[in-house]
C-alpha cells in the first residue's frame, strides 16, 4: 500500500473455494443483466453482465460472506486511515473511567475489534452487491468515472464514502482497476479486496481482460443517514 494514495489492497480477503464458488452461482443465475451506469444502459463507457445479489433470499448467505470480509478489511483500512471515520462525524468513546471523550486518530488506532466495530456500525452501513463479469477481449469499464453523483430526491449515491471490489478470479491479462490521479493501477487476484475513497480525488476506471473474462463483486460503505446517525429532527 502506498504511503498517502488512500488506496487499500488486502490479498487473501476472501478463499479462493469461496470466490470460485461465487463464479459458479453468478453462471448459474437467471438474474444476470447488461451492466448499467448512472446514465442509464451505454455498453459503450461499461460493458458487463451483473448481477444484482442484495434482496433475494437465495443470495442471502452471499451477502452476508461478502460483507464480513470488506467489514474486516475496513477496520484495517480505518487504522491506516484514522480521519476516514474522525473527521467526517464528532463522535465520542466512553474511557476506562466511564467518561466520553472525544474520537481521536490516536484512540481509534489503540481500539481493538471488539471496541471498534460498533463504532464503525453507527457511521456506516454497506451498499448493495453487484456480481459482475467482463466478458474476455471485450468487455471493461473503460470510463474516467468516481462514485458520487446526484441521481435521486434520497441522496442515497451522495452517501457513499468508500468504495469496494473484491476479485474472485484471475488468470487473464489486464484487466486492472486504473486510479487516474494516482497513476496506479491494481492487478486482480483472486480474493483480493480494494478499498478507495468514493469521491473524485480517486477517479477510476475498469481495464479490459485479456484472455480471460473477469469476475467482481463490488459495492460502497456507506454513511448512516440523517435520521439514523441525528434523529428524525
Same mark, same amino acid.
Do not use: C, F, K
Given at each position: 500500500m502506498a504511503a498517502d494514495d488512500f488506496i487499500g489492497v488486502y490479498p487473501q480477503a476472501l478463499p479462493a473455494a469461496t470466490c470460485q464458488a461465487l463464479v459458479e452461482r453468478f453462471g448459474a443465475s437467471c438474474g444476470r443483466r447488461p451492466? @448499467?451506469?448512472g446514465g442509464g444502459l451505454l455498453p459503450e463507457l461499461k460493458d458487463s453482465e451483473d448481477l444484482a445479489i442484495s434482496g433475494p433470499a437465495e443470495w442471502r448467505d452471499a451477502e452476508a460472506l461478502l460483507n464480513q470480509a470488506v467489514f474486516a478489511g475496513l477496520l484495517e483500512y480505518l487504522r491506516r486511515y484514522p480521519h476516514a471515520l474522525v473527521a467526517p462525524l464528532m463522535l465520542h468513546v466512553h474511557g476506562p473511567d466511564?467518561?466520553?471523550r472525544r474520537l481521536t486518530p490516536e484512540r481509534l488506532q489503540a481500539m481493538d475489534d471488539a471496541a471498534l466495530a460498533p463504532l464503525v456500525e453507527t457511521a456506516f452501513r454497506p451498499g448493495?452487491?453487484?456480481?459482475?463479469?467482463y466478458a474476455a477481449d471485450r468487455g471493461g469499464y473503460p470510463y474516467w468515472h468516481c462514485e458520487l453523483y446526484p @441521481?435521486?430526491?434520497?441522496?442515497?449515491?451522495?452517501h457513499r464514502h468508500l468504495l469496494w471490489t473484491l476479485y474472485l478470479n484471475d488468470g487473464f491479462e489486464g484487466g486492472e482497476t486504473e486510479f487516474l490521479y494516482q497513476q496506479r493501477r491494481i492487478t486482480p487476484r483472486t480474493g483480493t479486496l480494494l478499498l478507495a475513497p468514493a469521491a473524485f480525488t480517486h477517479t477510476h476506471r475498469g481495464n479490459r481482460p485479456r484472455g480471460g473474462d473477469k469476475f467482481i463483486a463490488t459495492s460502497w460503505v456507506l454513511f448512516q443517514r440523517a435520521e439514523q446517525l441525528f434523529g428524525a429532527h
Open positions: 451492466g @448499467r451506469v466511564g467518561v466520553p448493495p452487491i453487484n456480481l459482475q463479469r @441521481r435521486d430526491r434520497s441522496a442515497e449515491t451522495l
